[in-house]
């Protein structure tokens, strides 16, 4: 990287734009690749790895580096998860309780075997053991946050100084292998076992791609009145956010925001049964998308793939072994012991998301398949909270076991 000889920032505001840009390639592309359409890969995930490998051909050939500023796609993330929120029913949360309970078990269990597997590849490469969560869990289900957090204290735990570089390179190859699986297991499962939707209700994320051109319910009216609740939900969320810091938890703010939404559609109707409220309307759902799309797509254009050139030997070894490993857990663990039917395949597709990539990725790999199939809505709401909240406690109590092997 020291020898660039050129650097393009791009900023927000461009960056926001091409990343919607972004998004359309990646439309297009879907419509026109069998493969991408048939097996439900997320159009920003197309269109965002086709900008990444365009980005990479500009530094090879032209010693030109082009970096994207990131901070308003960090911005569409809480408001992503503020709709998330808002979609809640606490009916559904208590139905879907003990599903909850095992879908956590499930994801602690897999922790654990992620960091076996990259204890596994330490042996192979002849790396030091401690090396193995940032081939296994604090990179793929931690992501690039965690491999920086993790990065320091496995090189002070081994005397190398390439633990925050391995981490950051398993964490992007994780994230491009989460987005692509995820939709071709949710294809398999549901072609096999012939499932089938049940909800009624409108899609939580997105609109069935039947009716992606209609206006049913979507006007001005009721989409300021979902930014509008979007917007009360982020203000309450900074709010929560200020008082857990107080106590000495750190949690990503989407997570403050998360629960505010969630408060607020189970108190605010009650509390006003004759306000007009935009939980599980199609101008939600369409602005949680759009957020969710442009996030998803700037993240993946954004990716520097050729820092991954010098390691990509032993990670490409690695994280194949991680990708079987994780399918074949899906298939044969997580959909038989969520009970095998059309929520246990969509969320199938959103276990692959955030366990080798990040939440987002994961609500992505389910949007496209609820697309595509029909509403899941209790995997909207069940996996953010295992995936963005109780999994990073779990993850670096099991991740410091491996550190000290």
Not at 50 to 57: F, I, N, P, S
Not at 166 to 178: F, M, S
Not at 192 to 219: C, F, M, Q, W
Not at 302 to 309: I, K, V
């Amino acid at each position: 990287m020291d020898d660039v000889t050129n650097v393009i920032e791009i900023p927000d505001f461009l960056a926001v734009t091409i990343g919607m840009i972004v998004y359309f390639l990646g439309a297009s592309l879907t419509r026109n690749v069998s493969f991408l359409r048939n097996y439900n890969i997320p159009e920003p995930v197309s269109g965002g790895l086709a900008v990444a490998l365009l980005t990479w051909a500009v530094f090879a050939w032209f010693d030109t580096e082009i970096a994207f500023a990131l901070g308003v796609r960090d911005w569409l993330l809480v408001v992503f998860f503020s709709t998330i929120g808002l979609n809640a029913r606490f009916a559904d949360l208590i139905a879907g309780g003990r599903m909850l309970i095992m879908l956590l078990a499930l994801t602690v269990t897999f922790i654990i075997l992620q960091n076996v597997v990259g204890l596994l590849g330490t042996a192979l490469f002849d790396l030091p053991s401690a090396f193995s969560v940032l081939l296994g869990s604090a990179s793929l289900i931690g992501g690039h946050g965690t491999a920086i957090a993790w990065g320091p204290t496995v090189e002070a735990a081994t005397g190398l100084d390439t633990g925050a570089e391995i981490g950051l390179a398993a964490a992007t190859l994780g994230l491009v292998c989460a987005a692509l699986i995820g939709g071709p297991i949710a294809h398999f499962l549901i072609q096999r076992h012939k499932l089938e939707s049940a909800e009624t209700d409108a899609a939580i994320v997105g609109l069935p791609y039947e009716e992606a051109g209609i206006d049913r319910e979507i006007n001005h009216v009721n989409l300021m009145r979902s930014l509008l609740a979007i917007n009360v939900a982020v203000i309450g969320g900074y709010f929560l956010d200020l008082a857990i810091t107080e106590t000495g938890l750190k949690l990503p703010l989407f997570v403050s925001c998360l629960i505010v939404g969630i408060l607020m559609s189970n108190i605010i109707p009650l509390v006003l049964p004759r306000l007009p409220w935009p939980a599980r309307t199609r101008s939600l759902a369409l602005i949680s998308d759009y957020s969710l799309s442009v996030f998803l797509a700037m993240s993946l254009m954004s990716l520097q793939l050729w820092t991954l050139a010098d390691l990509a030997g032993p990670l490409l070894v690695v994280l194949a072994l991680q990708v079987v490993a994780a399918t074949v857990f899906i298939i044969v663990v997580v959909f038989r012991v969520m009970k095998s039917d059309y929520t246990a395949a969509v969320l199938s597709a959103g276990f692959a998301g955030f366990a080798l990539g990040a939440t987002p990725t994961a609500i992505a790999n389910m949007s496209s398949v609820t697309k595509r199939y029909g509403p899941a809505p209790l995997a909207f709401i069940m996996l953010p909270l295992v995936s963005a909240f109780f999994v990073d406690l779990a993850n670096a109590l099991i991740i410091q076991f491996f550190v000290g092997l």
